[in-house]
């Protein structure tokens, strides 16, 4: 049963993380916009959106520890304990690390090495206050360090009770297959959304292959593909969309007009954009999760709601037609950023 206050009328319906990793809801709560990256938000809400997703029925919510240095998950530590003992309990959190950060906000690399993970885990369970991390991956490999010895320094901490299960974030196929050689990896983390499908060619296929779960980020595109953005809305100064190349200029023209093509498909099906965007990753496998990055209680409503619809073989057709593979402007990250993503090498 789902409380009163519940945006959902029936309880979130659960999906595997992979052959070896536990079950999740079928969305998960990203968290990282109420710390950080999308400008600013607001505390209690915050709060407020974490407790409406478990009261729902959402179990994953996910989190960095480099968000806000620390802040997100403080707050998500915060949440869990003024929650409901029985949704705390059915809570999973999963952690990235590995992020170098400097006190002005920039970012200077990764550290993948064995000795600096057991330091991000040990912080990290200080800060949210738990005494194990539920799913536990570096952010992006350090290319210093080879894929086997961040994973392995993980799989002592899953031995030691301090971590369950491993995950991994933004890797291509190869990787992806050595770091499965050393432990079992739960999931994948990656972007995938109607206008990001390049794990469509190996790594999806190699992630079904290896029992390699997917939670899918980015399913409404940082909010460009969610029908609530429009092209002159001022972002702040720390947004990570002012830097962007899908935001940018001619590129944010045309990629608003491929919302608008998905907006005609979704008013005949009497859903919003972003259900439809969300839905439409749904609709991709068992094996794959959405991580949606609400952080007001009615758009966490809205893209819950995305749980009911479903599609016919013409409605797919005609999602195809309308935003066909490839079709936005822009790389998904700034050069910078794209040169750390193993997945795009
Ligand atoms: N592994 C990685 O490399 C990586 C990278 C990025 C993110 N992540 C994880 O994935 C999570 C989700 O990523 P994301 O936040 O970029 O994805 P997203 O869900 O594509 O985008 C969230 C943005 O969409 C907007 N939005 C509009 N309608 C929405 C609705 N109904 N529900 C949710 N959001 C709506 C939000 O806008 P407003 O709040 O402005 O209304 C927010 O700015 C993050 O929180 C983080 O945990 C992982």
Redesign the pocket.
């Known amino acids: 049963m789902t409380s009163p206050n519940s945006p959902v009328s029936r309880p979130v319906p659960t999906r595997p993380l992979g052959a070896t990793g536990p079950r999740v809801s079928a969305i998960?709560?990203?968290?990282?916009?109420?710390s950080a990256?999308?400008?600013d938000?607001d505390r209690s809400e915050s709060i407020a959106t974490i407790h409406a997703a478990l009261d729902a029925g959402v179990t994953l919510i996910?989190?960095?520890d480099f968000?806000g240095m620390g802040h997100n998950e403080m707050l998500i530590g915060e949440a869990l304990r003024a929650a409901p003992a029985a949704d705390r309990e059915k809570s999973l959190v999963?952690v990235?690390f590995g992020a170098l950060r400097d006190p002005d906000g920039g970012w200077s690399g990764y550290d993948g090495r064995p000795a600096a993970v057991k330091n991000f885990a040990a912080y990290s369970l200080q800060r949210l206050g738990t005494d194990h991390i539920d799913v536990y991956?570096i952010?992006?490999v350090d290319p210093d360090v080879p894929v086997e010895e961040t994973v392995g320094a993980i799989a002592e901490l899953v031995e030691a009770g301090h971590v369950r299960h491993i995950g991994l974030?933004?890797v291509g196929a190869e990787t992806l297959r050595r770091a499965a050689s050393v432990a079992p990896i739960a999931d994948l983390?990656?972007?995938y959304?109607l206008i990001s499908r390049g794990i469509e060619d190996a790594i999806l296929p190699t992630a079904r292959e290896l029992g390699v779960g997917v939670?899918a980020?980015?399913?409404?595109?940082?909010?460009?593909?969610?029908?609530?953005?429009s092209g002159d809305r001022k972002l702040a100064a720390n947004d990570f969309?002012g830097m962007s190349p899908r935001f940018q200029g001619d590129n944010l023209r045309h990629n608003l007009e491929l919302v608008e093509q998905l907006r005609k498909i979704a008013e005949q099906k009497g859903v919003?954009v972003?259900?439809l965007a969300?839905a439409w990753v749904l609709s991709r496998g068992e094996d794959v999760v959405?991580?949606?990055?609400?952080?007001?209680r009615?758009?966490?409503?809205?893209?819950l709601a995305a749980l009911d619809v479903t599609f016919g073989e013409d409605e797919l057709a005609a999602i195809e037609r309308a935003v066909p593979r490839g079709a936005a402007a822009g790389e998904r990250y700034p050069a910078a950023q794209m040169a750390h993503l193993d997945s795009e090498h």
């Open positions: 998960g709560l990203g968290a990282m916009g109420m990256l999308y400008g938000s996910d989190t960095g968000y999963s990235k991956r952010a992006r974030s933004e983390q990656i972007e959304s939670t980020y980015g399913v409404l595109s940082r909010g460009l593909i969610s029908g609530h953005f969309r919003s972003a259900q969300i959405p991580l949606v990055g609400a952080r007001r009615d758009r966490l409503a809205e893209a």
